[in-house]
């Protein structure tokens, strides 16, 4: 069973800071593509930004700048630094990861839980 648990939402001020983490357990085999996305209340879900195994990098025009993603292949963690908060950045954000599990040879979208961001003053 492969599972994706993300950490480090919460409130902050416009303009502060905050770190992402998601990390996949379970029987993996290897990682490919992985990313967050956003969802905010009555909007469609969006893709913040990704990040291949090889480290290249992929944003939303909205982010690029304030927003940095990075990974440890070997700790199967992916990270969103999130600087410059604006209120609008206020959503649910979703880690997503390209899995492929131990004994399989294809590859499988899994998302986790979600973590709230909300940007007040």
């Known amino acids: 069973q492969v599972q994706l648990v993300e950490s480090g939402g919460g409130l902050v001020q416009p303009g502060g800071s905050l770190r992402l983490s998601c990390a996949a357990s379970g029987s993996i085999s290897s990682i490919n593509v992985m990313g967050w996305y956003r969802q905010a209340p009555g909007k469609q879900r969006e893709l913040v930004a990704t990040?291949?195994?090889?480290?290249?990098?992929n944003y939303v025009d909205s982010v690029k700048g304030r927003f940095t993603i990075s990974r440890d292949n070997a700790k199967n963690t992916v990270y969103l630094q999130m600087n410059s908060l604006k209120p609008e950045d206020t959503a649910v954000y979703y880690c997503?990861?390209?899995?492929?599990?131990?004994?399989?040879?294809?590859?499988?979208?899994?998302w986790g839980q979600g973590t709230q961001v909300t940007v007040s003053s």
């Open positions: 997503n990861a390209d899995i492929v599990a131990s004994g399989s040879y294809w590859s499988a979208g899994f």
């Open positions: 990040i291949t195994r090889g480290g290249s990098t």
